[in-house]
């Protein structure tokens, strides 16, 4: 979906619902909008860019200071890392939220949550010890006898870097047609881990019918945001300079980048740590 600035009428009632016209409000904060084209209801799906942006600078300066001016210098511990990662989940939360209204996902909506979802070592281990912290001993052995049953019918890898792009993309489109519902999913539809769901389910928002993600999950098109992009890089790196997990990484001409893995591969059945192989 490709991004166009909307014209406004001075005269015209402010898009941000004051009441204004638009000359009296927004144009004087000097606020710009702009369209992703239309929903699956017809609706215009108009936000403000220039808050977008706000929320892509601070999440910017943010990481710069907590993660990057750090590479090369020092590592991080687990703990200091997830409280960093909470802190970058929140500003992406509030980026993204201008564009929930136009969505069709709804709490109970679930067909995404069969996808193949991969995540880093950091963002892995704040699941876990969500988990730990929050389920009950039997709560967690639902999990575990799920787990289980999905690395027996499903085909993943712990080492997805290995592959071709192609290789990769077929890994991704098999999973999803195996239709097989996440180990976190509740039997409501819900998400029983949503607190401390990872990025990749976080910036998947489909603004196109249900039906078509009923039908085939997989070729719906999610859009790019501003935010999660800058969200998705910052978690990256910090996942990097975390002491535990920077053997974690993998370098592609030259350029290093953190392991990800499909969820499965990353939690252990006994829950008590991450998978640390490289």
């Given at each position: 979906?490709k991004?166009?600035?909307?014209?406004?009428?001075?005269?015209?009632?402010?898009?941000?619902?004051?009441?204004?016209?638009?000359?009296?409000?927004?144009?004087?904060?000097?606020?710009?909008?702009?369209?992703?084209?239309?929903?699956?209801?017809?609706?215009?799906?108009?936000?403000?860019?220039?808050?977008?942006?706000?929320?892509?600078?601070?999440?910017?300066?943010?990481?710069?200071?907590?993660?990057?001016?750090?590479?090369?210098?020092?590592?991080?511990?687990?703990?200091?890392?997830?409280?960093?990662?909470?802190?970058?989940?929140?500003?992406?939360?509030?980026?993204?939220?201008?564009f929930?209204?136009?969505?069709?996902?709804?709490?109970?909506?679930?067909?995404?949550?069969?996808?193949?979802?991969d995540?880093?070592?950091?963002?892995?281990?704040?699941?876990?010890?969500?988990?730990?912290?929050?389920?009950?001993?039997?709560?967690?052995?639902?999990?575990?006898?799920?787990l289980?049953e999905?690395?027996?019918?499903?085909?993943?890898?712990?080492?997805?870097?290995?592959?071709?792009?192609?290789?990769?993309?077929?890994?991704?489109?098999?999973?999803?047609?195996?239709?097989?519902?996440?180990?976190?999913?509740?039997?409501?539809?819900?998400?029983?881990?949503?607190?401390?769901?990872?990025?990749?389910?976080?910036?998947?928002?489909?603004?196109?019918?249900?039906?078509?993600?009923?039908d085939?999950?997989?070729?719906?098109?999610?859009?790019?945001?501003?935010?999660?992009?800058?969200?998705?890089?910052?978690?990256?790196?910090?996942?990097?300079?975390?002491?535990?997990?920077?053997?974690?990484?993998?370098?592609?001409?030259?350029?290093k980048?953190?392991?990800?893995?499909?969820?499965?591969?990353?939690?252990?059945?006994?829950?008590?740590?991450?998978?640390?192989?490289?």
């Open positions: 979906m991004e166009k600035k909307v014209k406004i009428k001075d005269q015209n009632l402010c898009l941000c619902n004051s009441g204004k016209a638009y000359e009296d409000c927004c144009k004087l904060k000097k606020q710009e909008y702009y369209t992703l084209g239309k929903n699956y209801e017809d609706k215009d799906i108009i936000f403000n860019h220039t808050f977008n942006m706000e929320v892509y600078d601070e999440i910017t300066d943010y990481a710069m200071y907590n993660i990057f001016d750090l590479e090369g210098q020092s590592v991080l511990t687990i703990s200091k890392s997830i409280e960093i990662l909470n802190n970058i989940y929140e500003k992406v939360n509030r980026g993204m939220n201008q929930v209204d136009f969505a069709a996902c709804k709490k109970g909506c679930s067909s995404c949550c069969s996808l193949y979802v995540l880093t070592a950091i963002e892995a281990e704040n699941i876990r010890r969500y988990i730990v912290d929050n389920k009950s001993d039997d709560e967690i052995n639902v999990y575990k006898t799920k289980k999905i690395k027996e019918k499903v085909e993943t890898t712990s080492r997805p870097y290995e592959l071709s792009k192609e290789d990769l993309d077929n890994l991704h489109y098999e999973y999803a047609l195996k239709d097989i519902p996440c180990m976190f999913l509740k039997k409501d539809g819900s998400c029983s881990v949503y607190e401390a769901r990872p990025l990749s389910c976080r910036k998947f928002i489909v603004f196109s019918s249900r039906d078509k993600c009923e085939n999950v997989s070729k719906v098109i999610s859009p790019n945001l501003a935010p999660t992009n800058i969200g998705r890089l910052a978690i990256d790196h910090l996942s990097m300079i975390t002491g535990r997990y920077k053997n974690l990484i993998y370098i592609n001409e030259g350029d980048s953190p392991i990800k893995r499909p969820l499965i591969q990353w939690i252990k059945e006994d829950f008590d740590d991450i998978n640390r192989q490289p």
